[in-house]
């Protein structure tokens, strides 16, 4: 069986990934995420851009034959290329655990290492006075533990095919013109232990237990069916807050269900690791919620606490955005006038990237004629994303501040008082809990970074009717959740709210 690069990545983000890659139904993977595609494409054009600097060679083999890729690759280290695209080093795993302690020895195993560039230097090898030095070109913006425990994999199967262990290897980033240098004493012996775990779960006759965690399972192709598997188990890492080390924590307490968790005293939870401040009776209330499918305020909600409130005129706020290009091209606004009873919903959309200044003006034109209505979003983006425009493009900060000032975040002020029966405490997951629709069942925030990327490629007008549409849905998500939420602590208070 081989061992490459990616399955040692994977592992490091899900122990369950790499054993559905090698043993699992691949009819029961998911479609190809459009999201991921693109970043995909967007790691592809970024490699071949960095490696047009480069005056290299790659060897020429039958694809997968990874015996004549190694040849081939042989063949261009004996002769001492300068650089090499992607060489084929392939080693036994025996061969490499022999010398490593109380490693297990197991047979069959064949570790293949790809790194993106080997890069020549001075020194002696099995070729002659030079070495090789892998690099890898990643589209991350920080070097990652997971980058350098691979790239420290390459180094090692490097060692044993030129019979010199290089002093390092390189990492070259999205955001940092020189190369990073991967310290391989460090992490070398990260790697082995590692490389030794991700064997160990690929022997197991079954997959490693599941564990939902959106933020990195959202574009993997196993998401599907380990969602179902975590539904049916009513798995505790689809309560919110449940992280991996507090799970571990629970766990330790043989606190794995619903029910125990919501029978747990918070003072049992307190002094763990993880579980500092409010987040052991935060926790032990949202199994509470979920078991009983109703809200419940938080036990240190104060009545006298600062929540929102509800105005004459409101204005709710939503941005799409385009990281890679770090750009803001569409700031929906909706504005509701309760005294007139009327919503116009306004769309300021920058259809090239260079428009991005004179939508943040017309940004600006518009919530000035409503001077007095607070600014509803939906999470921190908002607020920073305005105070990053005004310093981008030198706006007064007597213009901008009171409108800082206006912002109100109802993810903050609702999660910091109220738990809820979900899972998930995105926009997404707490209007559908109420009921709100979208109008485009599919579309997404990840799909709209798609689209917008599509539109500037194909010029289809139809893709960015699409995320105003969204957008809308968006503001429109965000202001039914305001109004539940003010609705709510009225009931529950029996108070006013100012």
């Known amino acids: 069986m081989l061992i490459n690069a990616e399955l040692l990545l994977q592992y490091q983000r899900c122990k369950r990934r790499p054993f559905l890659d090698i043993h699992g139904d691949r009819s029961q993977r998911d479609a190809p995420n459009e999201l991921l595609v693109k970043l995909q494409q967007d790691k592809i054009s970024y490699q071949l851009g960095v490696l047009a600097q480069f005056n290299y060679l790659q060897p020429d083999y039958p694809r997968g034959n990874w015996q004549a890729g190694q040849a081939a690759t042989l063949d261009l280290m004996q002769r001492g290329v300068e650089y090499i695209r992607q060489g084929v080093l392939l080693v036994n795993y025996e061969d490499w655990s022999e010398n490593l302690p109380e490693s297990p020895s197991y047979e069959g195993y064949r570790l293949l290492s790809r790194p993106d560039l080997l890069i020549k230097q001075p020194g002696e090898s099995h070729f002659g006075d030079w070495i090789y030095v892998p690099a890898n070109l990643e589209l991350g913006k920080r070097p990652k533990q997971e980058y350098q425990v691979v790239a420290a994999f390459h180094a090692q199967v490097l060692a044993m095919v030129q019979g010199v262990t290089p002093d390092l290897a390189w990492l070259k980033l999205r955001t940092k013109d020189t190369g990073y240098e991967v310290d391989l004493l460090k992490w070398r012996p990260q790697m082995q232990s590692i490389l030794q775990e991700l064997i160990q779960a690929l022997e197991s006759p079954n997959a490693p237990e599941v564990f939902i965690s959106r933020q990195k399972c959202s574009l993997c192709h196993w998401y599907g069916e380990c969602y179902a598997i975590a539904q049916s188990q009513n798995h505790l890492s689809l309560l919110p807050g449940v992280t991996p080390i507090r ?19 918070p003072s049992e939870l307190e002094n763990l690791v993880g579980f500092d401040g409010e987040v052991a009776p935060k926790l032990v209330v949202q199994a509470q919620s979920v078991l009983q499918s109703r809200p419940f305020i938080l036990p240190y909600t104060s009545p006298t606490a600062d929540i929102t409130f509800t105005a004459p005129i409101e204005i709710y706020f939503d941005i799409e955005a385009q990281p890679d290009l770090n750009l803001n091209y569409l700031l929906g606004v909706l504005v509701v006038d309760k005294q007139a009873k009327t919503e116009q919903f306004y769309s300021f959309l920058a259809e090239q990237p260079e428009d991005e200044e004179s939508i943040w003006q017309e940004f600006l034109d518009l919530v000035w004629q409503y001077p007095e209505a607070p600014i509803y979003h939906f999470c921190v983006y908002e607020f920073d994303t305005i105070k990053r425009l005004a310093k981008l493009y030198r706006t007064p900060s007597s213009s901008v501040h009171p409108i800082l000032n206006r912002l109100v975040d109802v993810y903050e002020q609702l999660t910091q008082n109220v738990a809820l029966p979900i899972e998930s405490y995105a926009l997404k997951a707490i209007a ?16 709209c970074i798609y689209w917008y990327d599509q539109w500037l490629t194909t010029g289809d007008r ?27 602590m009225q009931n529950e208070y029996g108070r006013r709210l100012a």
């Open 462 to 488: 139809a893709l960015l009717e699409m995320i105003q549409l969204y957008n809308e849905d968006d503001c429109r998500a965000t202001r039914n959740v305001k109004d539940w939420f003010v609705d709510f």
């Open 247 to 265: 799970y571990t924590q629970l766990q330790a307490l043989s606190i794995t269900t619903l029910e125990s968790l919501a029978n747990t005293s």
């Open 432 to 447: 559908r809990w109420l009921g709100f629709e979208w109008r485009n069942p599919e579309a997404s925030g990840a799909k």
